[in-house]
């Protein structure tokens, strides 16, 4: 069977349950004590191992069949969770990542040292640092009470004729506690019937998602090695009806018949002390929580995996729907025809409902970009020797692929120089006064028409006076320039290549390169970056990004008969001047404006276009932000805001050409350009 159609699927699926396999291995790190992490984990590594076999991806399945037995002998108490068990788990966590990111490429990677590794692990032979928390106390103390009394389990168990373990013992015992019914499923195969194992795996990762699996018979790695004859025996628990089981698992091919047969709805007669106690923590936990029950299971997401090129395609498309959409609204105004106006305004709701849908579409959860943080941050405090407590808000917050997919390096440069120059080492934290671990907190929220992400730490800041010193010494500036900065300047001096205020240069940063990286790639996408600092205190970079890049609203204005279009994420206001007003000041035009001193820059001369003859007494100032300082542009008249479709300059020669981020389509056919404050003054 050629499975090379399946990849794709295979490789998207697999990303999810790695995800996942990630979050829960970060939890149990920070809480040995909670075995739901393992059982998570166990559930991940499964199915992932069953999607590896089937696809015939044998070295993936090899290692996630090594990691569950490693992990069962955790849930069976035969191992407890270490600082080394969590460094092994994620050492073959990250072996995973590899190992899907190749299955294109067919290219083999060694995991021969790392399943001796694994093996020495469950030997108890490897040299671990424990943790001061352990989960041997507590999971031997159940398995104790449910040796005491058996008998219920085997008494309704019996009929079918298969041995539990204590500990499946209690999988039952917990699984009919939260409401469950226990399944005896049996699986007949057609005579036909050629890859048993496949199919064995397939009914598996169909009765994952629809329960907690409790025994096989035979075993698992018995159905792998195909050691059965046409039939086997699933007990899992589950809330789902015989009659969904059974039409969810017929669909699978070569599936001559399933048969599902309720052993037990109800909780097992246990000892009487027992069941009080499930139901004095049962009644503890309600009062304590919110009523949600912590969802252990990979999310199953409700949409259609849509190609990127195919989204742009479709914005494009829509793009140039609305562009005529304005061309023929112009035409019936200048006819002035009302029948015609009519049916455009229906063309006009039903283009901006087309346009709001697949810009929808297009928006994903900026989470896809920030789950990834938190075991770089631990990985790179684990490096550096620091506490660091990551906190992270906003996820939900939604942005155009575009956009995230762009944002991602710069972000991971900006928490990478928050802990390694900001955080100051545990020494010199505890003579502060400070915590001892660290904060750095990663925000997203919404504003207006755009999204601010924050990237803070509580660290030892930035010093104006320091920062001005470092660009003395490297020639960017004269002694004399340098006073002359103000504190917010000086700060944006971090912006210029080659500039760096680390006193010592490490593997991670403080080479000079980087920062400037990360202005040039958000200003790029129409954003802005804006940066705070209190030395001794902390600092906060804001970065401040467009929902999409595909459409924008825009203020129109002109000079010297062309329109341009300035981005409103741009304009803080437009005012009006007397000409008589303007001053200099070192041979610069500026104006008073409520109350500060505004710099003017005439967009005649910026652009070389031809001015007008007469001077006029009254100017037109369109006030724009750069860098956290106002400027006013002097233009010839408004034309008013307009939503306006971007389309790049492709073109070798003006694709670098600085000062414009792009061309738009008017309604009256011409061409008018975009302007990119960030590299246009």
């Not at 899907?100 to 083999?108: F, K, L, N």
């Not at 037109?620 to 542009?633: A, C, D, H, Y």
């Not at 981020?661 to 003054?681: E, F, K, M, P, S």
């Given at each position: 069977?050629?499975?090379?159609e ?44 069953g999607m ?16 569950e037995n ?22 073959c966590?990250?072996?995973?990542e ?17 399943q001796t ?7 108890g032979?490897?040299?671990v ?25 085997e ?8 041995e ?34 496949a ?22 790695a ?9 039939e ?97 609204n112009?035409?019936?105004s200048?006819?002035n ?19 709001t849908?697949?810009?929808?579409s ?6 896809q ?34 956009v ?6 710069p ?9 390694d ?22 925000a ?42 103000s ?5 944006n001096?971090i ?6 205020g ?12 980087g ?26 970079m ?68 031809p ?8 100017l ?14 002097v ?7 307009q ?17 414009f ?21």
């Open positions: 069977m050629d499975m090379s399946y990849k794709e699927i295979f490789k998207a699926e697999s990303e999810e349950h790695l995800q996942q396999l990630n979050d829960s291995l970060l939890g149990l790190e920070q809480n040995p004590n909670d075995l739901e992490y393992i059982t998570t984990m166990f559930r991940s590594a499964h199915t992932l191992k590896s076999a089937t696809m015939g991806f044998s070295t993936i399945a090899e290692l996630t069949h090594e990691m490693l992990m069962d002998m955790v849930r069976k108490s035969q191992i407890a969770v270490s600082n080394g068990l969590i460094d092994i788990l994620f050492e966590l990250d072996t995973l590899a190992l899907v990111e190749t299955v294109d490429s067919g290219e083999q990677v060694d995991i021969c040292s790392l590794t694994l093996l020495k692990a469950m030997e032979t490897l040299p640092k424990e943790n001061t928390c352990s989960v041997t106390q507590s999971s031997s103390t159940i398995e104790h009470e449910l040796s005491a009394d058996p008998e219920p389990v008494d309704i168990i019996s009929e079918i004729g298969i539990l373990s204590d500990n499946e013992k209690h999988a039952i015992q917990s699984a009919t506690n939260d409401g469950n019914r226990i399944v005896s499923l049996k699986v007949l195969l057609d005579e036909s019937c050629v890859l048993k194992s199919r064995s795996t397939l009914v598996l990762i169909n009765v994952t998602k629809m329960g907690e699996i409790i025994k096989c018979e035979p075993s698992e018995e159905l792998e090695d195909e050691k059965f004859d046409l086997f025996t699933v007990i899992f628990a589950t809330k789902n009806a015989d009659e969904e089981i059974s039409g969810t698992l017929k669909k699978i091919s070569e599936i001559k018949d399933v048969i599902p047969t309720t052993i037990s709805d109800t909780s097992f007669p246990a000892d009487k002390e027992m069941q009080d106690t499930n139901e004095a923590e049962s009644e503890v936990q309600q009062q304590n929580s919110t009523g949600v029950k912590r969802s252990d299971a990979v999310k199953s997401i409700q949409s259609v995996r849509v190609n990127i090129e195919r989204l742009d395609n479709l914005m494009n498309l829509v793009g140039e729907l609305i562009i005529n959409k304005i061309r023929l112009q035409l019936a200048d006819l025809a009302k029948d015609l106006d009519e049916s455009l305004a229906n063309l006009d709701r039903l283009t901006n409902e087309i346009q849908e697949v810009m929808e297009r928006m994903v959860p900026i989470d970009i920030f789950s990834r943080f938190p075991r770089m941050i631990r990985d790179l405090a684990k490096s550096e020797g620091k506490q660091i407590n990551l906190i992270i808000e906003g996820k939900e917050i939604e942005l155009d692929r575009t995230l997919d762009e944002i991602g390096d972000l991971v440069h900006l928490l990478r120089n928050a802990v120059h900001g955080i100051e080492p545990e020494e010199d934290r505890k003579q502060l006064g400070k915590p001892v671990a660290g904060m750095v907190r990663l997203a929220s919404r504003q207006r028409n755009s999204v601010l992400i924050e990237v803070e730490d509580d660290g030892k800041g930035m010093d104006p006076a320091h920062l001005r010193e470092v660009a003395v010494k490297k020639g960017i500036m004269s002694k004399e320039e340098a006073d002359k900065l504190d917010t300047d000086a700060l001096l912006f210029m290549s080659g500039f760096s680390a006193k010592v240069v490490t593997d991670i940063s403080g080479r000079g390169v920062m400037d990286a990360v202005k040039t790639k958000i200003e790029s996408l129409g954003g802005s970056v804006k940066i705070t600092s209190v030395s001794g205190q902390g600092s906060i804001k970065l401040q990004l467009p929902l999409t890049v595909a459409i924008i609203q825009s203020l129109m204005v002109t000079v010297a008969d062309e329109t341009y279009a300035i981005p409103l994420g741009n304009v803080i206001r437009d005012v009006g001047i007397k000409a008589s007003d303007i001053k200099s000041i070192e041979g610069k035009e500026v104006i008073m404006l409520r109350g500060e001193v505004l710099p003017l820059l005439r967009l005649h001369d910026i652009l070389d276009c001015k007008e003859k007469e001077d006029k007494k009254n037109i100032v369109v006030v724009v932000e750069k860098m956290g300082n106002n400027i006013g542009l233009v010839d008249d408004l034309l008013g805001q939503e306006v479709i971007i389309k790049t300059l492709d073109n070798k020669i003006l694709r670098n050409m600085r000062g981020a792009g061309a738009t389509i008017l309604g009256n056919g011409n061409v008018a350009l975009i302007l990119d404050i960030a590299t246009l003054i």
